[in-house]
């Protein structure tokens, strides 16, 4: 596993050519991931499908040079079993009638995620970046629960 910063900067400046054969490369050992990139296409504008697909890139490099993640695929079902429970998290977390609870519920959550580096920086894309702070709240909640249950599924792979 990598830094996460190196991987966002090398996101950040590295041309669309280098970017395409990273595709290519997730698309032959994941499919699935790209799929779910082109899941987004229609519900956000061409800035904020760069940044996904950055942030993906991201996810993949942080996990690629594992060699289960060459050899062992996430699946369709696999991802909306990690999704369901996040979901069902979510519910859980919602019903708690303090905010100390829910902070509790979510620190203890937090703790089985092994790459906590890699969804603060997603968190933090989604909350500050110039591309994806300024989508509609449950849109960004709907992608943010994707993220971390394909996170959790290349954990569970490697």
Known sequence: ?????????????????TLEKVVDQIYTHQPFVVSLFLGYKDDVDMFQLDELLRILIVIWLFFEDHPRVKQKRITQKMFEARQKKNVTFLDYMDGEPSQSAKNQLVAENLKALHSKELWTMVFYKFKEGAALKTLDPQLSGIILIGMKSLMECFEEVV
């Open 1 to 17: 596993m990598k830094n996460v910063s190196e991987l966002v900067d090398f996101c950040a400046n590295v041309d669309n050519a």
